[in-house]
């Protein structure tokens, strides 16, 4: 007997210890911060282990009052979804004890009222519930089904091990609640902070630029971008992060695209993986930008401007209400995570809302006809203040003066160019055979007279056709010396043939002789020659020509005579030519010996301005290589000799063409003028 006590007690003992640590475990976990679907299988799994029973179910509270089943243990054998009368009698049951004012209470199996309505227990089991409730609300109800054939105080004991552990859940509710309501506070915060900063000001682009950085901020998501529809198709015009968006970007193009796709459909999406939901063609966009970025979850709202309030009209009315096309949207991003949690969701709600009305409200104020100038005139009312008004009237003053000096005033017109001083007595030297430099005579700066030779080519190929002709030439003589011997001794048959053959081989040595006096000529194109007497200007001759080829045409050096004077080559832009063609023309027509008048600087010494006097106009216009076409001037210089000592050939400078008196707005916004009637003007005529 004594051995059968000490076993119940050590049992007993041993039992006790492990519903000690079970509890222990239950109030760990409902002092930590994990999920509630988490925090409820762990704590009903728990409770049910401790108390031996057959299972048990919690039950949870949501936004609409209605309880909702939250996590459950064989909740299937106390069959309540076969029969739906005991089924509703179960749920008032539960209702009840949210209502009532006892949190704890045992119900018999098969207990209560006589109808379905009035609730009970229509289970096979012994029900024990607790009530978890905070100070503000009833959250929910925890349910066990425990085996009905336990005596009195062991069911008490049951009803007491359910109240304590319904106090770790209350803490636990508790500590959430707690912590919603700093989280709402923070959001409170951040929100307040997001619709001051969206709402500061009305230019489109910086709205755009800080619903994008403010909204990534407040989702806490990875990159929020907006879109704007202009011309059918929603361009992404702001990227969170980004001070400019790469409008050619492939990326940022694939986004577009989908948020046109988007746009279009005027549905928001949502998209986590799965795209077989959507429709086609924003399938078919989302597919291609997912693979373009590598983006794992991507919401996409349309920013569509609230034409109704659907709590001041009825279904009719809305229905009457023809809702405007979306004019952007705005793109939610989820770079590495693969979901948007629920907190998440509800922010971007609140995001979309709030961009809706910023972004409509800055495109709308931008569409005002002339907005600028009507902002201006708004601020100008400081301009006529007492204070400010002598300060006004000076500068209104000093304004139209200089629209009126605009006007009337004259002015020198200049037309504006770049050239060089050239020699007036001057030759290139072209290569008139191509060949190898061999020989080369002369170097930078050497005086050569009319018929030096300066440089000797080689030309293998010429040579040898040379000497083939000679070859040639002396072989028909040969035979031509052979056919007169023979002659003179044949028969009178065999003269005939003879005097053809000779007329042929005679006729041969002509065509021979004529070939020689060409490749003779050829062969003495091999030494060029200088065709006046003068300098060689050319640099290093040596690098550019020495044992290398060249080609007929091909310009081999300058030779000119510097000390016989210098010209101006004025490169004009042809874009001018008009003006000094027309002053030239209303000039010659008052005088028939007129020549347009030039001064320029030298590049050198900018300090000191002369003279010029064009006498020449090419009547072709050369493309420069720098996408400017201009137009070769030709001027004598007035006075040479003021020409500082040791100027040379080719040394920079900068000119001007006299083309009469304009006006002093003409003459500074002339060519101005010229881009408008080409660009603008000519259209409209």
């Excluded at 009368?85 to 539960?94: G, K, P, Q, T, V």
């Excluded at 500082?644 to 002339?670: D, H, I, W």
Aim: glycine share 6%; charged share 25%; hydrophobic share 40%.
């Amino acid at each position: 007997m004594s051995s059968e006590q000490s076993y119940d007690k050590s049992m007993l003992e041993q039992t006790k210890q492990q519903i000690r640590v079970i509890v222990n475990e239950i109030a760990t976990i409902s002092r930590s911060d994990v999920a509630p679907e988490a925090f409820q299988s762990e704590f009903l799994t728990r409770v049910v282990r401790a108390l031996g029973a057959n299972g048990g179910a919690m039950w949870i509270m949501d936004e609409s009052q209605r309880l909702t089943l939250g996590y459950q243990i064989n909740l299937r054998d106390a069959n309540l979804h076969e029969d739906e009368e005991a089924n509703r009698a179960h749920s008032i049951m539960l209702y009840n004890a949210m209502r009532g004012e006892e949190t704890e209470a045992l119900v018999p199996p098969h207990s209560g009222g006589e109808s379905p309505e009035s609730g009970g227990n229509p289970t096979d089991f012994l029900l024990i519930l607790g009530v978890i409730q905070t100070e503000l609300e009833k959250v929910g109800v925890v349910e066990i089904f425990q085996r009905a054939d336990s005596n009195p105080a062991t069911q008490h004991g049951y009803l007491n091990f359910v109240k304590q552990v319904t106090r770790y859940a209350t803490e636990y509710f508790k500590n959430r609640q707690l912590k919603n309501f700093s989280d709402r506070q923070n959001l409170w915060t951040q929100l307040e902070d997001f619709t001051r900063n969206i709402h500061k000001t009305l230019d489109l682009k910086e709205t755009l630029y800080t619903v994008a950085n403010e909204s990534r901020r407040l989702i806490e998501c990875d990159r929020v971008s907006l879109a704007v529809c202009r011309g059918g198709r929603a361009r992404i015009e702001a990227v969170s992060g980004q001070d400019m968006v790469d409008k050619r970007s492939e990326t940022v193009k694939l986004l577009g695209d989908l948020a046109t796709a988007v746009v279009k459909a005027n549905e928001p999406i949502i998209y986590n993986g799965d795209s077989s939901h959507l429709a086609p063609q924003v399938e078919a966009a989302l597919e291609e930008y997912v693979d373009a970025s590598h983006t794992k979850t991507i919401a996409v709202y349309p920013l569509v401007e609230r034409t109704i309030d659907e709590n001041d009209h009825d279904e009719t009315e809305r229905d009457k209400v023809v809702v405007p096309p979306p004019f952007g949207a705005i793109v939610v991003e989820q770079i590495e995570d693969a979901k948007l949690s629920e907190h998440m969701m509800k922010r971007v709600e609140i995001v979309v809302e709030h961009a809706r009305v910023a972004v409509g409200n800055s495109i709308a104020h931008n569409s005002i006809f002339l907005a600028p100038l009507w902002q201006a005139i708004g601020k100008s009312k400081i301009l006529v203040t007492a204070r400010m008004l002598p300060k006004t009237v000076s500068i209104s003053l000093a304004v139209l003066a200089l629209i009126l000096a605009m006007i009337f005033v004259p002015w020198n017109f200049n037309m504006h160019c770049d050239g060089a001083l050239q020699p007036i007595v001057r030759r290139n030297i072209f290569a008139r055979e191509s060949g190898k430099v061999d020989d080369l005579m002369v170097w930078h700066g050497k005086q050569v007279q009319e018929g030096d030779v300066l440089l000797k080519l080689s030309n293998n190929e010429l040579e040898a056709e040379w000497q083939k002709n000679e070859g040639e030439l002396n072989e028909v003589g040969k035979q031509i010396l052979a056919l007169r011997e023979a002659s003179y001794d044949a028969k009178d048959a065999e003269k005939i043939r003879i005097a053809g053959q000779l007329a042929q081989y005679q006729e041969r040595l002509e065509t021979l002789k004529t070939q020689k006096i060409i490749l003779d000529d050829r062969r003495k194109d091999l030494e060029v020659k200088a065709p006046i007497t003068g300098t060689v200007m050319t640099f290093d001759l040596e690098n550019k020509l020495k044992n290398r080829p060249v080609q007929p045409g091909q310009i081999l050096m300058e030779i000119a005579r510097p000390e016989d004077g210098l010209l101006l080559e004025l490169n004009m832009p042809e874009k001018r030519m008009g003006h000094i063609e027309d002053y030239q023309r209303s000039q010659t027509e008052l005088e028939a010996n007129f020549q347009l008048k030039a001064r320029f600087v030298m590049m050198v010494d900018p300090s000191k301005n002369y003279d010029a006097t064009v006498v020449e106009e090419h009547n072709r216009a050369e493309n420069r290589g720098d996408d400017e076409t201009t137009v070769q001037i030709r001027a004598t210089i007035d006075h040479p000799e003021e020409l500082p000592l040791g100027t040379r050939a080719g040394a920079g400078v900068s000119a001007k063409v006299y083309c009469g008196k304009r006006s002093l707005g003409y003459v500074c916004f002339n060519e101005m003028i010229a881009f408008l009637q080409k660009t603008v003007f000519f259209w409209f005529e």
